[in-house]
């Protein structure tokens, strides 16, 4: 695993981030080559024995909001935001005996039950320790995760949090999807969403009112774009500095 270094996603996360208003942002959009380097060969080889085990990921459903990102959006015209359900997939009933099935489909036979391989999930638990190395993911289960049914889905997420933080996102929203999909080729990847929800995660801890978190894994490219956002109190961030 390993961060390939983009500096036009660098200076449109950085325009991002210094215009934000009521929020102090921490936005990162990272783009990762999949292949193993060493260290990731060393800890690849302690699950080896149960690599072919598909992992249950969590329902797809509705994006969560924070109780206060949701009252400060009740005065904010955004009816024309997208915010249903996840669609379902028509999906073929395949064999799942192999991981590629798993890979392809996000289900396992006919039970449409959302899964992960091995390998998948390692790879995405690798990102989040590269991005946040301050704290520690290694024991992430996979039902951290959730696959996210459209793009569409995430533009919609994504719109209606940073359009009301960034004044000038209106803007740029169409040049940022444009780098992202340049990058990573969005309609070819499966998408997933991690799910904070445990101590001692970025996500979760004193100061962060919301956060997003998606992977766009590209099996042929072999590569995982992490688009990952916090939005921290000023508040918070002041009184840190207090003796």
């Known amino acids: 695993m390993k961060l390939l270094e983009n500096t036009k996603l660098e200076s449109l996360t950085a325009f991002l981030s210094n215009n934000?208003?009521?929020f102090?942002?921490?936005?990162?959009?990272?783009?990762?080559?999949?292949?193993m380097v060493n260290s990731?060969?060393?800890?690849w080889k302690k699950t080896k024995d149960s690599a072919n085990e598909p992992q249950p990921l969590s329902p797809s459903k509705e994006f969560d909001i924070s109780p206060l990102?949701?009252?400060s959006l009740n005065s904010l015209?955004?009816?024309?935001?997208?915010?249903?359900?996840?669609r379902n997939r028509h999906m073929s009933d395949r064999s799942s005996g192999s991981e590629n099935n798993f890979e392809e489909n996000g289900?396992?036979?006919?039970?449409?039950?959302?899964?992960?391989?091995?390998?998948?999930?390692f790879d995405l638990v690798a990102v989040l320790n590269l991005s946040y190395q301050d704290y520690e993911f290694s024991q992430t289960k996979s039902e951290s995760f959730a696959l996210v049914t459209t793009i569409e889905d995430v533009k919609s997420k994504v719109d209606i949090q940073l359009s009301p933080t960034v004044p000038d996102y209106s803007r740029i929203r169409d040049q940022l999807w444009k780098m992202i999909d340049d990058k990573i080729k969005c309609n070819e990847c499966q998408i997933y969403r991690y799910i904070p929800g445990y101590n001692n995660d970025p996500f979760t801890e004193d100061g962060c009112i919301w956060s997003f978190n998606y992977f766009f894994w590209n099996k042929n490219l072999k590569r995982c774009l992490f688009f990952s956002c916090r939005a921290l109190s000023l508040?918070?961030?002041?009184?840190?500095?207090?003796?």
Request: glycine share 4%; aromatic share 6%; hydrophobic share 30%.
């Open 20 to 22: 934000a208003r009521d």
């Open 24 to 35: 102090n942002l921490n936005l990162r959009i990272e783009s990762y080559s999949c292949k």
């Open 40 to 43: 990731d060969k060393r800890e």
């Open 69 to 71: 990102l949701s009252r």
């Open 77 to 86: 015209p955004y009816s024309h935001m997208n915010l249903s359900v996840y």
């Open 107 to 121: 289900c396992m036979g006919s039970d449409m039950i959302r899964a992960i391989s091995r390998r998948t999930l």
């Open 235 to 243: 508040i918070n961030l002041d009184s840190s500095g207090d003796p």
